[in-house]
């Protein structure tokens, strides 16, 4: 992305201009923040806390919520900061580090939500075997394998934008560093980075969607095989919170990645975007607590703890 000549920093459009939105949008995204920062905090010092919360489970959640938490501080502060100063400037190193930690965070959580099914799938398809089988060694390498194909994934399109020119313009259409609109503002040959940036997707998109269905597949016909309705409800039960965020996630990604080249005349939907980055994570970690009685009773016995030391 870098120009050898002159341009340094990028100007960010962000959302609008009219100063009483801009203050609306400062108190939704400032309150979002908060809410989904303190949210996923609290599943983290659960799962690290209760004894009752030590399973393979919660240890996905728990990095689950930790991906939320880098996500959203990848893109809201900065944008906030925006907000409140006017400066829509952001230096070529920053911006550049937003979008390679943004996609980081992004792509790893959908690995994630794919291990988190396989998870699921040997917790109900194979429950007496589960710890065996999905012991602490196992879920770690799951979880470094996340973040190791998110890498593999994201460094070859970055590794080429890295090398991109900007000679007419550096105004970026959007709130934060996003490769679409800077794509539409280089002066350099994007395609192949164009096609690449798909590919990437799309196999991200296709391999983890197809593991999710894979493993949803068998459990369903594994739970319907249950004598008693009581059996099936609390199967369900167990996989509804992680379908929820799953239907949420891939959603609302089709809106934003499955569209032609950054080239072509195409408006990027920023709204969905600040919906992605600021709504979900302040979604998912009610979610799981409000559809999990083991969490809710872990955090109950957290509350109950707190105010007997208090008052002590």
């Not at 799951?142 to 970055?158: E, M, N, Q």
Request: charged share 10%.
């Amino acid at each position: 992305m870098r120009n050898h000549t002159a341009i340094t920093t990028f100007i960010l459009l962000g959302l609008t201009d009219d100063t009483q939105l801009q203050i609306l949008l400062f108190i939704f995204l400032f309150v979002s923040y908060i809410l989904s920062v303190t949210g996923n905090l609290t599943i983290i010092t659960l799962t690290l806390t209760d004894s009752h919360l030590k399973t393979p489970m919660y240890l996905f959640l728990q990095n689950f919520s930790f991906l939320e938490i880098s996500f959203t501080t990848a893109c809201v502060p900065r944008f906030l900061y925006s907000i409140l100063s006017g400066d829509k400037s952001i230096t070529y190193d920053a911006c550049a580090s937003q979008l390679l930690f943004t996609d980081l965070f992004a792509v790893t959580e959908f690995f994630l939500l794919a291990a988190m099914s396989c998870d699921r799938y040997v917790a109900i398809c194979k429950p007496l075997h589960y710890m065996i089988i999905m012991n602490s060694r196992v879920c770690n390498n799951c979880i470094l394998s996340c973040w190791l194909a998110a890498l593999i994934i994201i460094l070859p399109p970055i590794s080429l934008g890295l090398g991109l020119e900007f000679c007419d313009s550096n105004i970026i259409d959007h709130f934060c560093c996003d490769a679409s609109p800077i794509l539409k503002i280089s002066c350099s040959d994007t395609w192949l980075i164009e096609q690449m940036v798909i590919v990437c997707a799309v196999l991200t998109f296709i391999i983890t969607l197809l593991c999710i269905v894979l493993s949803y597949i068998y459990i369903i016909k594994t739970i319907l095989r249950f004598p008693s309705a009581q059996q099936r409800k609390k199967a369900f039960s167990t996989c509804s919170s992680h379908m929820i965020v799953v239907s949420i996630t891939y959603g609302s990604c089709i809106f934003i990645y499955v569209k032609p080249s950054a080239k072509d005349e195409v408006t990027i939907n920023k709204g969905i975007s600040l919906l992605i980055i600021s709504v979900s994570p302040v979604l998912n970690p009610f979610i799981y607590t409000l559809r999990n009685k083991q969490v809710k009773q872990a955090f109950n016995d957290s509350i109950k703890n707190i105010a007997f030391f208090s008052k002590t």
